[in-house]
């Protein structure tokens, strides 16, 4: 298949187009098909419309600089070497799919609900397993991920950054696991938070904004302007309702922390008033004295 394409003036209009006129290695999408058998033919020309209504499609680059010319005759690139112009399988579709479901759906339902699970109503267990099952299935969207950039000749270089951060973010996961795990084993002996406890804390909390703002920055790397606003507010509104539950949760923990315990009776001494006899006035306590004082602080 050629295709003769002519652009006046494109160099005067960079600011309005996508067309690099100095790159070495310009990518351009191609589709061809379905033929016209069945009355299937594409004749479409909505910029919305999806690539894959057609049968073959894929990416090619142009040296941009072979193509320039003052004259009115168009300059011959056949030559160049730049040219890939290999249809993708039509599995990249589907895996792209999988790839969102398995990336959206842990970092805005798994990882909250997991979030949700300890905070509020404290089951450990519960978190654990949401997390882990997070964990696995975010390395699993990576994985597919890597498989169908590694097919596609526009994304095989692993320089968007949807994609570094998707990287970034399944690396901290790991991470974050291991310090959870640490974490558990330091509390048993402890009994209270330690170090690995708060970079645990808050290293969970930073991956899962990241990931949410990934999940909208991988939407709108597809091209997918409805999609991408949607999964915008969903975040938005997942985001602002574990927060709330995280802070009410914390302030609940702590006006517990400061009721009296109620399995142990307390007396108050007055000043003014003499102590009955048998009474030892040193060992009378008010409601919380002589037991520890827990700080107040948003956990």
């Known amino acids: 298949m050629t295709a003769n394409i002519i652009c006046r003036n494109c160099a005067g209009h960079q600011s309005h187009n996508s067309v690099d006129t100095s790159s070495t290695k310009q990518p351009w999408i191609w589709a061809a098909g379905p033929g016209d058998n069945g009355g299937n033919l594409v004749s479409s020309d909505s910029q919305d419309a999806k690539i894959n209504q057609h049968s073959q499609y894929g990416v090619f680059f142009v040296?941009?600089?072979?193509?320039?010319?003052?004259?009115?005759?168009?300059?011959s690139i056949s030559g160049t070497t730049d040219s890939n112009a290999t249809p993708l399988p039509n599995s990249v579709s589907a895996l792209i799919i999988v790839h969102a479901v398995c990336l959206a759906g842990s970092f805005l339902l798994l990882f909250p609900l997991g979030v949700i699970a300890l905070r509020w109503f404290k089951w450990v267990k519960i978190h654990w397993i949401l997390q882990v099952l997070a964990t696995v299935v975010c390395v699993l969207g990576l994985v597919i991920a890597i498989a169908f950039s590694a097919m596609d000749p526009e994304y095989d270089t692993f320089n968007h950054g949807h994609q570094i951060i998707g990287i970034l973010a399944v690396v901290a996961l790991l991470i974050q696991a291991l310090l959870g795990y640490k974490h558990h084993q330091k509390y048993k002996q402890t009994g209270h938070r330690t170090v690995v406890s708060y970079f645990h804390l808050w290293l969970g909390r930073t991956v899962v904004i990241l990931g949410m703002v990934n999940a909208v920055l991988g939407f709108s790397l597809a091209g997918s302007t409805p999609?991408?606003?949607?999964?915008a507010i969903i975040a938005v509104v997942v985001l602002a309702i574990t927060i709330a539950i995280v802070f009410f949760g914390a302030r609940r923990r702590n006006r517990q922390a400061f009721l009296p315990d109620s399995s142990e009776p307390s007396s108050i001494a007055l000043s003014g008033y003499n102590t009955p006899r048998g009474v030892d006035n040193g060992n009378m306590r008010g409601p919380g004295e002589g037991q520890p004082m827990h700080g107040r602080g948003f956990v």
């Open 63 to 75: 040296d941009m600089t072979a193509t320039r010319s003052n004259s009115t005759a168009i300059p």
């Open 227 to 231: 999609e991408t606003i949607a999964i």
